[in-house]
């Protein structure tokens, strides 16, 4: 069964701390993504990566940095949390090529709150 | 990427049809409509994808006109469960750094 899972459901992280978010996937899929979503404003890409070590920025990158060092696994980092950074974090792979390509899988999510 | 527009909500009862219709106006050649479910505290779950006519799974349909410009996805029958947000994209599977975009969904209420 496919299977994407992320580090932590809940953290909770003060101001100006260095934060990391792990996902792993478990399905040999090239892509992976990070995604925030905030009520009323759906789910807005950060950063997306089609090969290891290789990243594109999405639609919200700022004060956000990403790593894949090995396949199935892509890191979301935040440098200096800030309070705004409170939110939903979804990860998600796919696989590249063909119609497969739109079908991304979820992994179950991370609440951070930064205080 | 083509922006798309859904309702922001709709309410059904259970047993009925729901449709959902999204517009992509500026849709490009090489672009796949894609729809999604998210239930409360859950990621999205894909549900189906089509180019044109008529996609039908276990789950859902999906019409798409002849000129693409829009597409309605057919919830048969539904039930309670079906409570969820349903997400309408747009993207070319062509590319290979391709990329969905998420907007805000339409939030899809069943009652008894």
């Known amino acids: 069964d496919v299977k994407v899972t992320q580090s932590s459901r809940y953290l909770v992280k003060r101001t100006g701390e260095k934060v990391f978010l792990e996902c792993v996937q478990d399905?040999?899929?090239?892509?992976m993504f990070w995604y925030r979503q905030d009520p009323g404003l759906g789910l807005r890409l950060i950063y997306f990566?089609?090969?290891?070590?290789?990243?594109e920025k999405g639609d919200i990158p700022e004060g956000y940095s990403v790593s894949r060092e090995k396949k199935e696994r892509f890191s979301l980092i935040l440098e200096s949390a800030s309070t705004n950074q409170t939110s939903m974090y979804l990860c998600?792979?796919?696989?590249?090529?063909?119609?497969?390509?739109?079908?991304?899988?979820f992994g179950p999510g991370t609440r951070l709150t930064v205080t | 990427l083509a922006k798309t527009t859904q309702p922001i909500s709709m309410d059904s009862y259970e047993g009925q049809e729901v449709n959902i219709t999204c517009s992509h106006n500026?849709?490009?050649?090489?672009?796949?409509i894609t729809w999604y479910q998210q239930f409360p505290s859950q990621g999205p779950r894909f549900i189906i994808q089509?180019?044109?006519t008529k996609v039908t799974n276990e789950v859902a349909s999906l019409f798409i006109p002849a000129d693409r410009k829009s597409s309605t996805l057919s919830l048969p029958r539904v039930s309670l469960s079906d409570t969820a947000v349903y997400y309408c994209?747009?993207?070319?599977?062509?590319?290979?750094?391709?990329?969905?975009?998420f907007g805000a969904g339409t939030t899809v209420t069943v009652r008894a």
């Open positions: 994209l747009v993207g070319d599977k062509g590319r290979r750094d391709y990329k969905l975009s």
């Open positions: 998600a792979s796919s696989l590249w090529g063909s119609t497969s390509s739109y079908e991304q899988y």
């Open positions: 089509g180019y044109k």
């Open positions: 990566s089609y090969d290891v070590k290789m990243k």
């Open positions: 399905m040999d899929h090239e892509n």
């Open positions: 500026n849709i490009a050649t090489n672009d796949y």
